[in-house]
Every structure is written in C-alpha cells, then in structure tokens.
C-alpha cells in the first residue's frame, strides 16, 4: 500500500466503549485493521476483555467475506464496509486463535525475511503486495502439490484467506487478488495449466 494513498480514520473501540482519538490504548485486547481496494484502511480497538474474547470465539473467519457487507459498531458512529471493497483484514489479539486450515500453514514474511515452504507472493486491487510462506499444517515442510492444488481450488471457490502475521491474523478477501506466484513451479500439480515461460522482467518487481 502506498503511504500517500493511506488515510487512516480516527481509532474507534469495537462496540460501545469510549472513542479514542489517538494512538492504540495500552489496555487494548483486539486490534482490527481492515484495508480497502482504494488504498485507504480503518483501525478500531475493543479494551474490554470479556467482549473481545466473545467477539474471537463467535468469528466465522470462512464466512468474513460472504456477506454484502461487513458493520463496525461504535457508541458514536456505525461504520459499514461494502465486502467487495475490503481486501486485507488485520486482527491482532492474544492468545492468536487457531483459524488456519487442516492442510496448509500460511504465514506472511517480514520485509527482508525468507520462506521456508513454498514463497509465495500475492498482488491485491490496492497495488500491495503480500510476501507469503506456505508450509504443511503439522510438519511444517513444504507442501505437496497436490495439497497446493486443493488450497488454490479452495481459495478461489470464494473462501477466505486466513495467514498468520505478527501478533495475530490477517484474512484476505480472494475476490480482490488480482495475482499470485508461487515459486518453485507447482503446475505439475494444476490441472488445466497453461505452459509457457514467464519474463523475468515481471518477476523482479519482487
């Protein structure tokens, strides 16, 4: 996302509590951050434990983006989202609760960090671009293609996205990925796939 494009608006608290004009309260229990296709995002903070616990348990990450649209309660302002111009939500808690599915590990990399599966690299509608590290479930090792093929069938068949990022999750909205690649190759594993050689000229941008 380009810095110049960023418009943050001012940071609410998740449902009824006191709006806070600046800065992440100390105190806060659940962070939300959810990016738009126009480059702009909203940060809003719950501070109320049981509420925020509550909130985590009653998610239903797999249905995020299946709904026309998504509404952010405050004591002061109702803030609604159309869901086809969200791209990336952000939830930073703790503990992080386990919302990753059965076969596949998605972890996003730092800047100037390393995959240790599969590295994968996701454009959205925004222009951003989203350093992944795909790994099995349980073992941790690269996963197989055939269990790659099923993960990208799942993705696109309208499912949410659920990865890992420091200090909590991130879901991204499948229908505003605009490009993925995936290195090494895992065509071999992808019926119905085109062969032919990609420029490096475009993978460089990387």
């Known amino acids: 996302m380009n810095a110049s494009h960023h418009v943050e608006t001012p940071v609410r608290n998740w449902e009824s509590a006191t709006v806070v004009r600046s800065g992440t309260p100390r105190s806060a229990y659940l962070d939300l951050r959810v990016h738009l296709t126009n480059g702009e995002s909203a940060h809003f903070v719950q501070t109320d434990t049981a509420a925020a616990t509550r909130l985590v348990e009653q998610a239903r990450p797999e249905r995020a983006f299946a709904r026309p649209h998504l509404t952010i309660a405050d004591r002061d302002c109702l803030t609604t989202f159309p869901t086809d111009g969200i791209e990336r939500i952000d939830i930073l808690t703790s503990p992080v609760p386990d919302w990753q599915p059965e076969t596949a590990r998605v972890r996003e990399v730092?800047?100037?960090?390393?995959?240790?599966?599969?590295?994968?690299?996701?454009?959205?509608?925004?222009?951003?671009?989203?350093?992944?590290?795909?790994?099995?479930?349980?073992?941790?090792?690269?996963?197989?293609?055939?269990?790659?093929?099923?993960?990208?069938?799942?993705?696109?068949?309208?499912?949410?996205?659920?990865?890992?990022?420091?200090?909590?999750?991130?879901?991204?909205?499948?229908?505003?990925?605009?490009?993925?690649?995936?290195?090494?190759?895992?065509a071999t594993a992808m019926p119905g796939s085109w062969r032919a050689r990609q420029l490096k000229d475009y993978v460089s941008q990387y």
Do not use: K, W, Y
């Open 110 to 186: 730092p800047q100037g960090g390393l995959a240790l599966g599969l590295d994968c690299r996701i454009a959205l509608r925004s222009g951003q671009v989203v350093h992944l590290d795909i790994t099995q479930r349980r073992q941790d090792n690269v996963l197989l293609p055939v269990d790659f093929s099923l993960f990208v069938t799942r993705l696109f068949s309208g499912r949410c996205l659920v990865g890992e990022r420091e200090g909590g999750l991130f879901l991204i909205n499948p229908a505003n990925i605009v490009r993925m690649d995936t290195f090494p190759s895992t």
